[in-house]
């Protein structure tokens, strides 16, 4: 899991990285001066959980030798809610033996499908609104068409699924941001105070990007906090394991 914090400020930037698995880091990108009259909000941070992968299915009878697999690769809510209010548009960069290799998406759902038979690195690059930041963030992710797990006949039914799972982090958001997405069921927004005020938002549908009900909604990951302490925790008793291990063998070479 990544945590990727993108300041609107170019004194906000830091890094900080911890070595869980999968990694769980926490990036700070620069953005340049916002030079409109957008309100700052101090002191908050707005979280946006993102997942993003490829699916492939294998297209049994209907395989060639130039396309075997039809796969889609997607940047959509970690709980599959609409995207649209936080991000404008996402641009994927695929192979160059590709036509038209670079990709852009410009409406919720932010995915595209294609058919192939390779796997590579798809570039991923998420751009947001100009009140949210005027920076992109770039992403990569592999294609995989064959499971790396289970070994045994090919299957049409069961597809190949790589995810990963981000929080996109906005500290000191614009005041008109923060009035967009505060009631937003895919942003993750602190308590507000109550002399807070803040600009009128015009209420969005924000159903139109939802993955609730995609096609493939079955086969992806549930993503929840309780999740990711329990993979922290199982990696910390992998880490004590280890430790009690190298201590026993150190004690037999001393004695």
Not at 30 to 55: F, H, M, Q, R, W
Not at 62 to 84: C, P
Not at 244 to 249: A, G, P, S, W
């Amino acid at each position: 899991m990544a945590r990727v914090s993108i300041p609107t400020d170019q004194n906000d930037a830091a890094v900080e990285q911890s070595d869980s698995t999968p990694p769980h880091q926490m990036i700070e990108i620069e953005d340049e001066e916002n030079k409109s009259s957008t309100k700052k909000i101090k002191d908050l941070e707005i979280c946006v959980p993102i997942a993003y992968g490829t699916i492939s299915f294998w297209l049994g009878k209907k395989a060639t030798e130039t396309q075997s697999h039809m796969w889609t690769v997607y940047v959509r809510g970690a709980t599959n809610e609409d995207l649209s209010a936080v991000i404008k548009k996402v641009v994927f960069q695929l192979h160059p033996s590709f036509s038209n290799a670079m990709r852009v998406v410009e409406s919720p759902p932010f995915e595209l499908t294609e058919r192939g038979w390779g796997e590579f690195e798809i570039a991923i690059s998420i751009f947001f609104h100009n009140d949210v930041c005027e920076k992109q963030l770039d992403l990569f992710h592999p294609l995989k068409l064959y499971s790396e797990v289970e070994h045994g006949p090919l299957s049409t039914k069961k597809p190949v699924i790589v995810e990963s799972y981000d929080e996109i982090v906005f500290p000191n958001p614009s005041d008109k941001f923060l009035a967009r997405v505060h009631n937003h069921p895919s942003v993750i927004v602190p308590r507000l105070p109550l002399t807070l005020n803040l600009p009128h938002a015009p209420m969005e549908d924000t159903r139109r990007g939802d993955t609730k009900d995609h096609p493939h909604g079955q086969w992806f990951n549930r993503f929840s906090e309780a999740d990711e302490l329990l993979k922290l925790a199982e990696a910390r008793q992998q880490v004590q394991n280890h430790i009690v291990k190298l201590k026993r063998r150190l004690s037999m070479l001393e004695g």
